[in-house]
């Protein structure tokens, strides 16, 4: 689970993020990373529309993928903010699949 200081919360923090962060796209998701070069921890989003599937699945998406960014908080530098967008064929994929993609595009974008 990821702690409060390391969420999105603010409506306006994501739209800054998703307009202006770098993108990286996979078959499952896409993730976008703003270096904010400030001096906290880094914070996660996760957007996970209706075109995913019922409520059910988009909050098992959800799950998986912040499980996938509680184990890869030691490895992104400190000020980032990443946004994650699942795409509809993430309900169909397993855990494995989703943290080697998410891990990939972290490695990419927001490595320490």
Request: aromatic share 4%; net charge positive; charged share 25%.
């Amino acid at each position: 689970m990821l702690a409060r200081g390391n969420r999105i919360t603010r409506g306006a923090d994501y739209k800054a993020v998703v307009r202006g962060g770098a993108r990286c796209a996979g078959a499952h998701t896409v993730t976008y990373v703003v270096s904010t070069g400030s001096n906290r921890s880094p914070r996660f989003g996760f957007i996970v529309s209706k075109q995913v599937g019922s409520a059910v699945v988009r909050n098992t998406v959800r799950r998986r993928l912040k499980a996938v960014c509680a184990q890869a908080l030691p490895d992104v530098r400190d000020g980032a903010d990443i946004v994650i967008r699942a795409l509809p064929s993430a309900a169909g994929s397993d855990f494995s699949q989703l943290r080697d993609e998410v891990t990939r595009c972290l490695r990419r974008r927001a490595a320490s």
